[in-house]
């Protein structure tokens, strides 16, 4: 199922990006704020977690670019390395083409291809693409689980939130945050949760690599 979820979701991205280009709406997000409060989340977070230290970052989906034009633009935190992955080979040559610095590279795959100390992911999993809500969450799982095994510090992602899990009639997951948080807890390391007023149906997930 993995494989051909991964070439719907190339599809459907790489179409949405030709019509609305490098925009937050040729990402599917409302707009630019509801994008950037969820990166000002991931960046703080992962500057808590840093202390100071350089890092080096993996971001799942990470579409044209966004987040590694806001952490160069903000600049909270040393990074030493960012390599941006995306399943939609479209999104990966845009953001080649305007790398904004040598060390952030951008590459066409669904996990980290080394291991990496911090794995973040915004917006990846909210665009379903199918209605069968037990295979997209079985599929969201077997993602997180593939790129866990590449992160050696934290794994931080964001999703959509309800009281019990869903999928919109437009296809938008909508996770439990409850049932997310246990899986995280039995499957990575020791999970916390963040959520903030400005983007009330979102969480955001931060599983860490105990010991
Ligand atoms: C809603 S967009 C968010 C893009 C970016 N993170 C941002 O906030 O601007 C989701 C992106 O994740 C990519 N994507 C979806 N599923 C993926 C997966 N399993 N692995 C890697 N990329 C994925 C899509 O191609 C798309 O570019």
């Known amino acids: 199922m993995e494989k051909i979820y991964n070439e719907i ?3 459907v991205y790489g179409a949405r990006f030709k019509e609305y280009g490098a925009t937050a709406k040729g ?5 630019r704020q509801r994008q950037e409060a969820r990166f000002r989340i991931i960046a703080q977070e992962l500057s808590r977690l840093a202390n100071g230290t350089a890092v080096n970052i993996a971001d799942i989906g990470c579409g044209y670019g966004a987040f590694a034009n806001y952490l ?3 600049r909270d935190l040393e990074v030493f390395e960012y390599t941006g992955y995306d399943i939609c080979p479209q999104l990966i040559e845009k953001c080649r083409h305007h790398s904004p610095s040598k060390a952030f590279n951008f590459e066409v795959a669904s ?3 080394l291991p990496t100390m ?3 992911m915004s917006g990846t999993y909210n665009l379903s693409v199918t209605l069968d809500i037990k295979n997209w969450e079985d ?3 077997t993602c997180l689980e593939t790129c866990w095994k590449q992160t050696t510090f934290a794994m931080i992602f964001n999703l959509q939130v309800e009281e019990r899990s869903m999928i919109t009639k437009n296809n938008i997951y909508y996770a439990n945050k409850v049932a997310t948080l246990e899986a995280c807890n039995t499957r990575f390391g020791p999970t916390k949760v963040i959520t903030n007023n400005e983007i009330p149906k979102d969480a955001t997930f931060v599983a860490l690599r105990a010991g």
Do not use: D, I, K, M
Not at 27 to 31: A, D, E, K, P, T
């Open 9 to 11: 979701l190339s599809q």
């Open 27 to 31: 990402s599917f997000w409302l707009n």
């Open 72 to 74: 160069l633009e903000t």
């Open 111 to 113: 996990a980290p291809l």
């Open 118 to 120: 911090f794995t973040v």
């Open 139 to 141: 599929y969201v799982l």
